[in-house]
Each structure stands twice: as C-alpha cells, then as structure tokens.
C-alpha cells in the first residue's frame, strides 16, 4: 500500500473543500436512501463531519497501530446507528466515488486499490469491535433523567440512571441524544468515577444558538429519557498501570473528565493511601461559572494531595486571579514533572498547549482527546457545545 | 416527518431549476466514454423533458410522467450496474453543482434507489440477464 499516495491524494481532495462532503452525502443517498435515516434532518451541522475523519484516518492508516484502541471504541460507539455494520459498504463506495470524481485522472486503479485496502481495513477494526461487544452490551443505552439542575446562566448539570450498566472509565466521553433533537449526537464527559448505582452526571454548557445545549435547559425534564452511546477517549484516561503526578487544566465544562479523574483518584486513596499529586486549575469567562467552586475548594482544603486554582478571563473586577487559564498553568510551573491534561473548547485546548509548550513542558506530556482526527467525531461547535477537548 | 407545505419541487426553484439540473447532467453523462454509447441515435430533447417530467413527479411538481414505462424504456440498453453507479456519481456531482439540499437529495434517493432492478437488465441475476430465472 502507497501511504504517501494516500496522504497526497486526500491532500488534493480537501483543497474542494466545502464541495467534497456535498458530492460525499449526495452520492451516498443516491445510492443508498436508507442511509439518509442515521443523519439528523438538517444537515448543516453534519457538513464536514463523517467525510472529512474518514479521509484523514484512512490516509493515515500507516498510524493504525495507535489510533486502533480508538477505532475499536468508536466502532462499538457507532452501534448505537442501527444496523450500522450494514453501511459501511456503502459509506466506502460512496468515499471512493467521491475521491474518484474531485481526483479525476488521478484517480488510476493503483490509487483506487489502496484507498478501498485502507478503508477495508479501518472498516474492519471498527466493525470487529462492534461485534464482540455485542454479547456485553446494548447498541445504545437508555437512560433516565434524574435531575436537571441549572447550576448557573450557562452551564446545568444533568443526572442520569442508564437502565443498564455503561461501563466507562473516567475522562472518557459518551454521546447524548435527546427527545426533542433526534439524531443530534453530542459527546459530553461523565464527570463522576463509575458509580454504585450506576448514574452518570453530565455538564452542559449553553452554548448560544447550540442546538442541543438550548434544548436540554429548555425541554428536557426529570423523567425523560435519553439515549447514550458507547464510551469513547483514552487521552483524557489514567494509564491502567502507573499514576503520575498530575497537572489538570479545563475551561468550562471542560471541568467534567477532570472532576472524573479527581474521583477516581480519591476514591483509589481511600483504598490504598496512596497516589499522586494533583494540581487543577479551572477557568471561566465569568466567575460564577466556576461551577464546582464550592466542592473543589473544600477538597483542597481537606486534602493536601490535592490543589486548586481558578482564573477569570473576562470579569475585570474580579478579586482574584484573572487571565487565561492556558497562561496561567503555564505560569505556575505546575507541569514540571508531572502529566498534563487539558479539556476545554478548542481555542482554549490550543491556547493551553501553546502556553505551556512554550514555558517549556516536553510535548510528549501533554494530552488532550483530539476527536476531530477521527471517524464520526464532533465538529468544533459541537466541542464548544459539549465542552470537550477537540 | 413534519407537515410539507412547500414541496421539493418548488424548494430546489420550480421548473426552471430542474430544467437547468437535467441539462447539466446530460452534459455529464454524454460526456462520458463509459456512457456515451447508450446514447447514440437518442432523440435527447425528448430524453430531457422525460426526465424533467420524472423530476417534477417524484419532486411534488405540477406535471407527470408521460413516457414509457421505465423497466420497458431501458429494457434493450443492456445497462450494467457499472453503469448505473456511474450515472448515480454523475447525478450526485450535478446536484451537488447546484446545492441541492441534503434532505431533497434523499428524497430523490429514495426514488431512485427503487428504479435499479428496473433500469439494470445486465447483471448476474438480473431479470432478463442470461441464466436468470
């Protein structure tokens, strides 16, 4: 297989831009109508979505090793589509045709072969997956909604009762469908450890003009129930083996995986009396949006494993620390020697990187869920809108 | 599905939208060696306002259909599956040409996906096809 083929035919292709996906679905649901049903009625969010993962990860198959994990969890994630493992055929032709008809004479039966092996064998990884989880779990869960609780103007957090257990770790994302917005997926980040009883709590910032986030604070209700998908994100995730000593940065609700972490870590306390450090920083527009306040500011206080720091950016007459949380983290010398993570929209994810890169934190201990380099993954909005990391 | 006041027909521009998506597809699809063929001797201004026709039809428009049934027009042509996927690739790069929306497009899908077994008499199976029930 010719990967620099690959890569540099995907290249030639994505200078159409906004043209590729309209060719990609309109030829998909000429040739396959039934398809039209796992999309959401309006199709403007949907845009650059599926087309524009499928081409990055299939030119980059020759990094299969490392995206494998993830494909796997977006393939079981990817059941909650019904009869999903039908479609991808489907999808391939109509990638392929696409590719064909923006290539033109580029397009000779060398380059054809290895785009159809690539997308075979990332077809492959995720439906294999997606079949073995099949005598575990449901294709998609349902779930209760227990409380909605508008924590302030912008952000409201959700409790959820899955009617089966939905096995996640913390700092992973599940996907979120409400009654009122069928089929507009949203990742959002269970911002507890996995629980006894099994519920999961949300965070949902409003995002002005958000499809989904304006329904939940205005139509959803205690005693809805929603759908979820499958767990998906190992960036976001603490190694099954070794626990480092950690640096957190979240910007809004970006806070959820964190707070996840946080959890996981003080229950593993609990046990062992043991564990790492931990210093988290929070920022927020404005301060009431600094949600947890009340909750992280007592764990500090109580355990002295545990630091926290709140930055304001957009208040000026607030009392205490104000900036960018990326610049503050950075400032704080807090990640050296430790693992960092970062959560938040993606100008804050990208700020955050920058800031302590260039204060001088090695690169490879930084981490962050890059959902857009993937099949299906949410598109920048939908990041502003879940608050999690793009 | 919501209550349709406005149909697709008149959605995409009327008449003179389709008229101008039907020419450019016939461009496209005389235009290609693997389909050229299929077209020769064809009468195609009759082709074309057939096809308009069809479209308005299957579109919610203001006129019908009054040509040949489809399996009968197409049944002589030998018309593969090859063929087919190429004119369906043609159809999508008009339509996406003209910024078709989405939802019209899986409309038409639907419709069209259902004329296949009609249209393509060259295949393994097919009715017509050598060793076909």
């Known amino acids: 297989m010719d990967v620099q083929a690959l890569k540099d035919t995907w290249?030639?292709?994505?200078?159409?831009?906004?043209?590729?996906?309209?060719?990609?679905?309109?030829?998909?649901?000429?040739?396959?109508?039934e398809t039209r049903d796992l999309f959401p009625v309006s199709m403007s969010s949907q845009r650059d979505k599926l087309v524009g993962a499928l081409g990055r990860v299939v030119s980059n198959v020759d990094q299969l090793e490392e995206v494998v994990p993830y494909l796997q969890q977006l393939g079981r994630d990817h059941r909650r589509f019904d009869a999903v493992a039908d479609h991808y055929p489907a999808v391939?032709?109509?990638?392929?045709?696409?590719?064909?008809?923006?290539?033109?004479?580029?397009?000779?039966?060398?380059?054809?072969a290895d785009w159809a092996a690539a997308y075979g064998v990332i077809a492959t990884v995720m439906v294999e997956a997606a079949e073995e989880s099949e005598a575990t779990t449901p294709a998609s869960w349902t779930a209760e909604v227990v409380s909605l609780?508008?924590?302030?103007?912008?952000?409201?957090?959700?409790?959820?009762?899955?009617?089966?257990?939905?096995?996640?770790?913390?700092?992973?994302?599940?996907?979120?469908?409400?009654?009122?917005?069928?089929?507009l997926w949203r990742y959002y980040s269970p911002a507890n450890a996995p629980r006894r009883d099994g519920t999961l709590e949300l965070h949902v910032q409003l995002v002005p003009g958000g499809q989904v986030s304006t329904s939940v604070l205005r139509t959803l209700r205690t005693g809805?129930?929603?759908?979820?998908?499958?767990?998906?994100?190992?960036?976001?995730?603490?190694?099954?083996?070794?626990?480092?000593d950690l640096l957190l940065v979240a910007g809004g609700t970006g806070l959820a995986p964190m707070r996840a972490v946080v959890e996981q870590l003080a229950a593993e306390r609990r046990d062992s009396g043991d564990?790492?450090?931990?210093?988290?920083?929070?920022?927020?527009?404005?301060?009431?949006?600094l949600y947890e306040h009340d909750l992280l500011q007592r764990l500090a206080a109580d355990q002295p494993w545990f630091e926290y720091s709140e930055v304001v950016s957009d208040d000026p007459s607030h009392p205490g620390a104000r900036g960018l949380v990326g610049d503050a983290a950075a400032a704080s010398g807090a990640w050296q020697g430790r693992t960092t993570m970062v959560c938040g929209t993606e100008a804050m994810v990208e700020h955050t990187v920058g800031a302590l890169t260039a204060a001088g934190a090695p690169p490879g201990t930084v981490r962050y869920e890059q959902f857009t380099t993937v099949l299906s993954g949410p598109t920048a909005d939908e990041h502003r809108e879940a608050g999690v990391a793009p | 599905m919501t209550e349709q006041t406005v149909s697709d027909y008149d959605l995409v521009g009327g008449g003179p939208a389709v008229a101008r998506v039907v020419d450019g597809f016939y461009e496209r699809v005389t235009a290609d060696p693997d389909l050229a063929h299929y077209f020769e001797g064809v009468d195609l201004n009759r082709l074309k306002r057939h096809q308009a026709l069809l479209v308005s039809q299957v579109m919610g428009g203001p006129t019908a259909y009054d040509g040949?049934?489809?399996?009968?027009?197409?049944?002589?042509?030998?018309?593969?599956?090859?063929?087919?996927?190429?004119?369906?690739?043609?159809?999508a790069a008009t339509l996406q040409e003209a910024g078709a929306p989405a939802d019209v497009i899986g409309r038409v899908g639907g419709a069209l996906g259902g004329t296949r077994s009609a249209i393509v008499t060259d295949a393994p199976g097919a009715p017509g096809a050598p060793g076909a029930p």
Do not use: C, K
């Open chain 1, 224 to 244: 809805d129930a929603v759908r979820l998908g499958a767990a998906v994100g190992d960036q976001l995730v603490l190694p099954e083996d070794e626990r480092p």
């Open chain 1, 275 to 289: 564990g790492p450090r931990v210093h988290l920083f929070h920022g927020a527009r404005m301060p009431w949006n």
């Open chain 2, 68 to 91: 040949r049934e489809l399996g009968v027009a197409h049944a002589r042509l030998g018309i593969t599956d090859e063929a087919f996927d190429r004119v369906v690739a043609h159809l």
């Open chain 1, 92 to 112: 391939g032709a109509s990638l392929l045709a696409t590719l064909a008809h923006f290539l033109g004479p580029a397009w000779t039966p060398a380059v054809a």
């Open chain 1, 149 to 183: 609780d508008r924590r302030s103007l912008d952000v409201a957090v959700l409790q959820l009762r899955p009617t089966e257990r939905l096995p996640f770790r913390p700092g992973q994302s599940v996907a979120l469908e409400i009654p009122s917005r069928p089929r």
């Open chain 1, 11 to 33: 290249a030639e292709v994505a200078t159409s831009g906004d043209e590729v996906p309209h060719f990609f679905y309109s030829h998909l649901f000429l040739s396959h109508p």
